[in-house]
């Protein structure tokens, strides 16, 4: 399937890789005809699909099981007025319905909005109205159900809501409809066929100020996958691959859909309710996974485990993503498995813009290098290419000449939104890095996240990375919080490991952790002990969360 789209797919080294990696761009590529349905057609007995649950169900769809039911699913949404153009959200969590609804809608030209069961009546009241949304279809969860009920009063444009699994009043159910339809479907033609630069997907995606933007890809970008998929998760054809992921948001996208159907890998969801690290390193073990990909957090949690209690030793790439993983957390990895966690960076934005690749040995706590795809380079204050050593914005560059297939076209409905962020043939992703000798990339932090400390500039991922290393640390959070004398400090906010509790006496022993293991300048004046960290849905820590409850204490 890859030599396809690929007129090489073996490469002797990264520099190979870097200079010679192409795309080979089909006319009208969908991924549901031609991947979905090309699988079914070349090897249908392949597995697509193996899922279960914490309740001991599982099911195994191979890939002409996908074809056949996302035939039926798009004949039934045909009969509820879904065509090309219909906007639909689905809040399904991890259940396989997913995948099947995917298929369907992307091979009828509609557009997905997946969504996570957080959403409030208040989050999806202004995305029906934002993106005309059509269709919602959830699982049969009763703080989902509640709040799509909520919202259709101040969504007119909502005209069908769908469960995936169980039955309500007032409800139609995905599965009854299909099973009163043909699974035989014909590719569309004329006006109903998609092209290349159609919108396929919308994520809805938050900043620092204002309501969520929505990120646009069109039907290209499962194409941008394959490097995420194949080289840098190194998934293998009909091989179990497992990346945690919740199906709203975009990580589902870099790691159990797009780029592993692509390249013909099984994969692998464990619909768990709640992380419970045991459980998952027990399904790890049961499943004999090949390829596997989670945050950073799972990591830290797991390794608070037994972890020597599994026989881990059918997986043969480890690899993880949205939060740069702390050296020590590799170290130890690697004590157990015999690998190095390969870690990959990008944003909903894009696919993989920098990973670990297999050509090179994985420095604990580098990002890696830059994807082939994308012109990525590191931009100083003076708007130059930043020296060896030099902090820089990460840029993707020129975007007037080729624009990378994979990357964002845009912000739905909102020209001036896209003409900012990409206007200038530039797109700056305001996170801030930089690059050693060796070519390899270090995360400092989000522009906003770099403290400024009597006159020293600070990233929180070196102090948080020489904090973790101590035992009493699960993870934490370094951010600065306001000072009179000094206008801003280093602030740690710690999860503790099991075992150990909050005290003055620990709080220096970990200040001095900090000096002798960082720069002393860097050591956090201020430790604030919790349960837990506050999180974006996608995984992410919200250090300005934190930072604005300090700014609002220190002002009280």
Not at 1 to 29: C, G, H, Q, W
Not at 149 to 175: C, D, F, S, Y
């Amino acid at each position: 399937m890859l030599e396809k789209f690929l007129p090489r797919t073996e490469f002797d080294s990264y520099e190979d890789f870097k200079a010679n990696y192409k795309v080979t761009i089909p006319e009208n590529f969908n991924f549901g005809w031609d991947i979905v349905d090309g699988w079914a057609k070349e090897k249908p007995e392949n597995r697509a699909l193996v899922w279960c649950d914490d309740n001991g169900e599982e099911r195994v769809f191979t890939f002409a099981d996908m074809s056949r039911l996302s035939n039926k699913a798009a004949n039934y949404f045909k009969t509820l007025g879904i065509h090309k153009g219909s906007v639909v959200m689905m809040i399904l969590r991890r259940r396989y319905e997913y995948w099947i609804c995917a298929s369907a809608l992307i091979k009828l030209g509609a557009i997905i909005i997946p969504g996570t069961l957080q959403l409030t009546t208040h989050d999806l009241v202004y995305r029906a109205n934002a993106a005309s949304i059509e269709m919602f279809i959830a699982l049969d969860d009763d703080f989902v159900v509640t709040q799509i009920q909520n919202t259709l009063p101040e969504a007119p444009t909502v005209k069908n809501i769908m469960l995936a699994n169980g039955h309500r009043e007032g409800w139609l159910n995905l599965h009854d409809g299909m099973d009163a339809q043909s699974d035989v479907l014909e590719r569309p033609t004329g006006d109903e066929a998609t092209h290349n630069h159609d919108i396929m997907q919308i994520y809805f995606t938050s900043g620092t100020t204002g309501m969520p933007k929505m990120v646009t890809h069109n039907y290209l970008h499962p194409l941008g996958h394959i490097v995420t998929a194949k080289y840098w998760q190194c998934v293998q054809e009909n091989k179990l691959h497992m990346s945690v992921s919740d199906s709203g948001w975009a990580k589902f996208g870099w790691g159990k859909i797009y780029g592993q159907w692509i390249a013909g890998a099984t994969v692998f969801c464990y619909d768990m309710k709640k992380f419970i690290p045991t459980n998952l390193l027990q399904k790890i073990q049961d499943y004999k996974l090949t390829t596997f990909c989670a945050p950073p957090t799972m990591y830290r949690f797991m390794l608070q485990e037994d972890v020597a209690a599994y026989d881990l030793s059918s997986v043969q790439r480890w690899c993880t993503a949205g939060e740069p993983l702390n050296p020590e957390v590799v170290r130890k990895w690697k004590e157990f498995t015999g690998y190095t966690i390969a870690e990959g960076f990008g944003q909903t934005e894009g696919t993989v813009l920098a990973a670990n690749f297999p050509w090179f040995e994985p420095k604990a706590g580098s990002m890696g290098k830059p994807s082939p795809i994308y012109d990525l380079q590191l931009i100083n204050s003076e708007g130059n290419i930043a020296e060896d050593g030099e902090e820089g914005e990460i840029t993707i560059c020129n975007l007037d000449k080729e624009y990378p297939v994979g990357l964002f076209v845009g912000y739905y409905k909102s020209k001036e939104l896209t003409d900012e962020a990409i206007g200038s043939g530039k797109y700056n992703l305001k996170d801030v890095a930089w690059r050693d000798p060796d070519g390899y990339l270090w995360f400092v932090g989000r522009h906003d996240d770099v403290i400024k400390c009597s006159g020293y500039r600070i990233g929180p991922f070196e102090v948080e990375s020489a904090l973790i290393t101590h035992p009493a640390v699960v993870e934490c959070a370094i951010t600065a919080a306001p000072d009179p004398i000094r206008g801003q400090v280093v602030k740690a906010t710690v999860v503790l490991a099991k075992g150990y509790t909050p005290s003055d006496e620990l709080t220096k022993e970990l200040q001095n952790h900090v000096k002798t293991n960082t720069a002393p300048y860097k050591y956090p004046r201020i430790i604030e002990y919790v349960d837990e960290l506050p999180k974006t849905l996608g995984g992410k820590i919200k250090r300005a969360q934190i930072r604005k409850a300090d700014a609002e204490s220190a002002g009280k």
